[in-house]
């Protein structure tokens, strides 16, 4: 069941004055380094409030509701590279538009509810043409302290729309807790980051290791959560920056392949 979004004013500062409190590192360790397979907003409702340092994630970005049809080629064919024209394992990515708003601000909320008052959330989302008008995510984000949008600078694709130019890019919200800092020197770093899209993983939407990489290295954050794992890149990043992870993910069969991946990479590390 979906619940209501939360007032951002009125609660804000009773999630920092919770943050404040020091958990117990046994609670914390039934957590740590682990993929937990389940609804994402079920398993954050039973994390200890105040318990992670950062959130990298990227959620489904609900796709398949598309006005344009998006996933597929008018010309005739599906676009053959589309791995999202049916969807995800247990999400067909194709929910009416207020529902996936209202679960995504749900889930924005809970991460807010465990970050520590210094914490902060990457979140990567994706803008597009609807209706012939940007759909900036703004409906999701609003209300919640974005500090900064980055540009995430990847690949270029297909565009089948002659209304409007091949889209190349995608954006991370930084959404910040008060006392939240960057890691020295990061605000070095500009905030146009050119990484190259992941390839040959069996997750039909994946981001680069990289990516996720830079996000933890920028902070000093030893607890990272990603309530999305999809097929682990967060929990692999965090491994190879030494931070401990956390990965909820609902899918049976991506938590499986998430596993392999990480143990693949700690493998690799032992080497």
């Not at 954050?221 to 401990?244: N, Q």
């Amino acid at each position: 069941m979906i619940t209501k979004p939360f007032s951002v004013a009125a609660t804000f500062s009773q999630l920092l004055k919770a943050a404040t409190k020091t958990i117990s590192p046994n609670v914390l360790k039934q957590w740590l380094n682990k993929v937990h397979c389940g609804d994402s907003l079920a398993l954050m409702n039973k994390m200890p409030t105040g318990s992670i340092d950062l959130i990298v994630t990227s959620p489904p970005y609900n796709l398949r509701n598309s006005t344009g049809n998006g996933m597929k080629d008018p010309r005739g064919g599906k676009w053959k590279n589309a791995q999202l024209v049916n969807g995800y394992e247990n999400h067909n990515d194709d929910m009416p538009h207020d529902e996936y708003v209202e679960w995504q601000r749900n889930c924005l909320t809970a991460m807010m509810r465990v970050l520590r008052e210094d914490g902060a959330i990457f979140y990567n989302h994706k803008w597009r043409v609807q209706g012939g008008v940007m759909q900036d995510r703004h409906d999701i984000v609003q209300g919640f302290p974005i500090r900064q949008i980055i540009i995430w600078k990847r690949n270029g694709g297909i565009n089948f729309n002659s209304g409007y130019f091949l889209p190349t890019y995608e954006v991370i919200y930084l959404i910040c807790k008060p006392n939240f800092k960057l890691a020295p020197k990061a605000n070095a770093v500009g905030d146009v980051w050119i990484i190259p899209q992941e390839n040959n993983n069996p997750h039909p939407a994946p981001f680069p290791v990289e990516l996720a990489q830079r996000c933890i290295q920028s902070t000093t954050g030893k607890i990272v959560l990603d309530p999305f794992m999809g097929s682990g890149t967060t929990a692999i990043a965090a491994e190879v920056c030494g931070r401990d992870w956390v990965g909820l993910e609902l899918s049976k069969d991506y938590c499986k392949l998430a596993r392999e991946r990480i143990e693949a990479q700690g493998r690799l590390l032992k080497k």
